[in-house]
Structures are given as C-alpha cells and as structure tokens.
C-alpha cells in the first residue's frame, strides 16, 4: 500500500466558544497506509435538491489492523505516490469488508463530484 490516508468518523458540531462560529464535528478513526482501486468504470448521475452529482464507485484498502472502521467514515487521501491528484480526494466509506483469512480490508466506497 504506498498511498496514506486518514479515516474520520463524523460526529456532532461544535461551536468555537469564542466566535460562535459551528463546525462539524468529527473523530480520527485511522490514518496511515491505504491503496485506492476504481471498482467499476461507470458512473451514476443522480439530482438532488435542483443539483446534479457525479458519484463514483471505488474501493479503498486498508491494513486488517485498521479502524474499526463504519458506514458513513470519511476517507481522505494524504498521500499518493503515483497519483499525486488524488492527494485532497474524499471519499465516504459505504460497506465494509469482512472476512477469515482476510490480508487487507478491501471497503467499498463513494466519492461525491459537484
């Protein structure tokens, strides 16, 4: 695996005391090593609120170790060794991966592009 990502699990806003100002909330779940791999070539363009949205099907794969990771965790790509456009990429995780014998967690996942 030669890219690294970090993994978080969103959580409830939070107001900066001081300026009131409500960010989301969120939780790091994992970073480190991962491998993103496109699962299919095709895409699905669906509309939503008068906006349409290009949602794209990938797998990431991370270290059995990792996580544990949940439906909904926000994958976000930190590095990338042959792919440096993919640095910056968010993807939410949309099912998990289990197995016996497993040498990876191979977790299916879904990029959203406006």
Avoid at 78 to 98: C, N
């Amino acid at each position: 695996m030669v890219d690294a990502c970090t993994v978080t699990r969103p959580g409830d806003p939070v107001t900066d005391p001081e300026t009131g100002n409500v960010t989301p909330g969120s939780t790091l779940v994992y970073s480190g090593p991962c491998k993103v791999q496109q699962t299919i070539s095709q895409a699905s363009n669906p509309n939503a609120g008068g906006h349409s949205f290009t949602v794209q099907d990938s797998r990431v794969d991370f270290p059995v170790a990792a996580g544990p990771l949940l439906v909904d965790d926000v994958v976000t790509i930190t590095a990338s060794v042959l792919d440096p456009q993919m640095v910056g990429r968010e993807m939410r995780v949309v099912e998990l991966f289990h197995k016996s014998f497993a040498t990876a967690q191979r977790t299916r996942v879904s990029e959203v592009v406006a």
